[in-house]
């Protein structure tokens, strides 16, 4: 089965912790993005890689930090430097990233305290 | 400045009751236009990609159309189970990808 896994689907912190949260897929797909959804607003793009080893800053990166070591994963780690770190984080990953539609992962919920 | 609005930001329908959803987007060169559907606590699930104006796809009681400024998604007949918010995203030729808010839309059986 191909598709996109984020875990996990819950994750609670205290204030001042670091924490990652896991994107893998196995769809063979070049770029990968992380979003970030909050009540009553539209996905705000915190960082995206079209290719491994490379990627950009999106339009709300502050406080976040990503790699991309391997084409499958693209892990998003939220820093103690993000002011407001409470949302649903979702996980996306396109073709090229030019014009092809992006599949969604599951989500993680993350709340900090 | 590249935008995408979406309208109603709610609607209820009896069952049956077909309806539109409007997505309005200001972008400097379309690369493409697209349409997703999510459930509550869920990721969006990839519906319709769109490219120029006059084009429409169908799936189901679901049918978007494109013009150059906006884009439509009509429900036709639609059942309980169509409830959710329809999200819109619009891709420029730069790359950047720009989601409107949503619109949340409720069928009553």
């Known amino acids: 089965d191909g598709g996109i896994t984020q875990s996990p689907k819950y994750l609670f912190r205290k204030e001042g912790q670091n924490v990652t949260l896991s994107c893998e897929q196995n769809?063979?797909?070049?770029?990968m993005y992380w979003y970030r959804q909050d009540p009553g607003q539209g996905l705000r793009l915190i960082y995206y890689?079209?290719?491994?080893?490379?990627?950009q800053k999106g339009d709300i990166a502050e406080g976040y930090s990503v790699s991309r070591e391997k084409k499958e994963s693209f892990p998003l780690t939220v820093t103690s430097a993000q002011k407001n770190p409470t949302a649903f984080y979702l996980c996306?990953?396109?073709?090229?990233?030019?014009?092809?539609?992006?599949?969604f992962g599951p989500g993680t919920r993350l709340t900090v305290t | 400045e590249d935008q995408v609005t979406q309208s109603p930001e709610a609607l209820r329908l009896q069952e049956g009751e077909s309806s539109s959803l409007n997505c309005s987007y200001t972008?400097?060169?379309?690369?493409?236009l697209f349409w997703y559907r999510q459930d509550p606590g869920k990721g969006p699930e990839f519906l319709f990609t769109?490219?120029?104006a006059g084009e429409e796809k169908e799936k189901e009681r679901l049918k978007a159309t494109l013009t150059k400024k906006e884009s439509f998604l009509h429900i036709t007949a639609p059942k309980p189970e169509d409830s959710a918010t329809y999200l819109c995203?619009?891709?420029?030729?730069?790359?950047?990808?720009?989601f409107g808010k949503g619109t949340r839309l409720h069928i009553l059986p």
């Open positions: 890689s079209q290719i491994v080893n490379d990627f």
């Open positions: 996306a990953s396109s073709i090229d990233g030019r014009g092809y539609e992006q599949y």
């Open positions: 769809l063979n797909h070049d770029a």
């Open positions: 972008v400097s060169g379309l690369r493409g």
């Open positions: 769109l490219y120029s």
């Open positions: 995203a619009v891709q420029a030729r730069n790359d950047k990808i720009i």
